[in-house]
């Protein structure tokens, strides 16, 4: 079946620090992948979003390339600040249609000053 | 405003009860999805309601669970028969279609004692 492993967590950064969060899933066919992130008291946002592979997705600094032939979705920002402190999941929908979507376990990512 | 809301925001009953969770989604919004967040498993798809096409309730974990949407706008979900498995906080999302992002509400965080 389709599934999503992501880095396990939690993640401790100091500001200014790069970040990656490694994503690779298993999906038939050619899936959609997203990144969500849940900031503390808040609801599940989308960051960013790939359709097909080699596409660049990017939000508020945060970028993540589709990479068919790793199955993978890392996610990357150069810079990271307190205010990025949160949980992230990394996700795919592979039904044609409808986003049904596939999560990963999620990592949270706290960024001291 | 104008994002997708849910309630109650927290329920809290004893084993064995019936309870009912309400999602109202954007308005305009043809899809709705409900995904329950529990510590052993993770974020999972429950059901995916559009237009008036039939469900998708494959992600039911029981017969227990049912839910349904009412003029293509409101839905609720049911659990009977609560068991202490069932605590978790269940999301709703909808969105304008099924290629189109999902937007979440906040959840209702589900306690069984």
């Known amino acids: 079946g389709n599934s999503v492993t992501q880095m396990e967590g939690p993640v401790t950064l100091s500001e200014e620090a790069f970040l990656t969060i490694n994503c690779t899933y298993t999906?038939?066919?050619?899936?959609?992948l997203f990144w969500y992130v849940q900031y503390p008291g808040e609801g599940l946002q989308l960051l960013l979003k790939?359709?097909?592979?080699?596409d660049k997705g990017s939000n508020k600094g945060f970028e993540a390339t589709y990479r068919k032939e790793t199955t993978s979705f890392h996610l990357e920002k150069g810079s990271v600040q307190v205010s990025d402190s949160a949980v992230y999941f990394c996700?795919?929908?592979?039904?044609?249609?409808?986003?049904?979507?596939?999560f990963g376990q999620g990592t949270r990512l706290t960024i001291n000053p | 405003g104008a994002g997708v809301s849910q309630s109650p925001s927290n329920k809290v009953t004893e084993k064995g009860k019936d309870v009912e969770l309400r999602c109202d989604p954007i308005?305009?919004?043809?899809?709705l999805y409900w995904y329950r967040q529990s510590l052993g498993q993770g974020l999972e798809f429950l059901i995916y309601?559009?237009?008036?096409?039939?469900?998708?309730k494959s992600g039911l974990p029981s017969d227990r669970f049912s839910a349904e949407r009412t003029g293509g706008s409101v839905s609720t979900l049911t659990i009977q028969r609560t068991q202490q498995e069932d605590s978790a906080v269940y999301l709703c999302?909808?969105?304008?279609?099924?290629?189109?992002?999902?937007?979440f509400g906040d959840g209702t965080r589900l306690s069984i004692l």
């Open positions: 999302a909808s969105s304008s279609n099924p290629n189109q992002p999902q937007h």
């Open positions: 999906a038939t066919g050619y899936p959609s």
């Open positions: 790939a359709t097909k592979a080699d």
């Open positions: 996700a795919l929908s592979a039904v044609q249609g409808a986003q049904k979507l596939v």
């Open positions: 308005s305009g919004h043809t899809a």
């Open positions: 309601f559009q237009g008036n096409s039939a469900p998708d």
